[in-house]
């Protein structure tokens, strides 16, 4: 089944340029001072792209996603560009599962873990939560909230990953529109991950 579903992950077309830990966290002041409301219900759809390597060969990919979060469980999606759904990873506080088209889902404790050995590569689902909405993490424990003059500065995070706020949206919040991360791996060498938000509804 996993060999099912990295072969249709690379046959999808390649992007040309660029695409759950469960936590509260209450109105927090930015340092540009900027209040912003971390939303526990919300709903994110946007475009995701990734390079990594594969038996020595650079590999590239893209399609869509949607984010469906709501207090104690969180969804995402993953899409092809025609809108074919590739894989559901459905995450609560026991855990995680991974469901595609008729195969009997995946489970593990570990919703990192669990798609990276499904998906050959490395998506870091539960920064995600906090990532998408600005609020990240860093090495060494600190919470640092994102603004616009974090745009191109890199962010190393507790887990790893090396993100950059490379675009915002101002017409509200302000928030993050377009993020990239990337992270060296054993699995999967350089990875390169980009997601761009094409929408953001607080529910």
């Excluded at 695409?19 to 109105?27: D, E, H, R, S, V």
């Excluded at 506080?93 to 489970?107: N, R, Y």
């Excluded at 609020?135 to 003059?149: D, F, H, L, N, Y």
């Excluded at 791996?185 to 509804?201: K, M, P, S």
Aim: with cysteine.
């Amino acid at each position: 089944m996993l060999t099912a579903l990295r072969a249709t992950l690379l046959a999808l077309p390649l992007l040309a340029s660029g695409c759950a830990g469960l936590g509260t966290a209450p109105k927090v002041p930015s340092d540009a001072g900027i209040i912003r409301n971390y939303q526990q219900s919300i709903d994110i759809a946007g475009r995701m792209s990734v390079r990594y390597q594969q038996y020595g060969r650079d590999e590239a990919l893209h399609g869509s996603f949607e984010w469906q979060q709501r207090p104690g469980k969180t969804q995402l999606t993953l899409s092809s560009p025609l809108g074919q759904t590739i894989a559901q990873i459905a995450i609560s506080p026991d855990g995680a599962t991974l469901t595609q088209s008729g195969q009997p889902p995946l489970a593990a404790t570990d919703a990192d873990a669990l798609t990276a050995q499904a998906l050959g590569w490395p998506l870091p689902v539960s920064g995600l939560r906090d990532w998408m909405q600005g609020s990240v993490t860093e090495r060494g424990g600190k919470k640092r909230i994102a603004t616009p003059q974090d745009e191109n500065t890199d962010i190393e995070t507790a887990d790893g990953w090396r993100i950059r706020y490379a675009a915002w949206d101002d017409t509200a919040g302000p928030r993050p529109r377009r993020i990239d991360m990337t992270r060296t791996t054993a699995q999967a060498g350089e990875v390169a991950l980009r997601l761009v938000i094409d929408t953001y509804e607080p529910r």
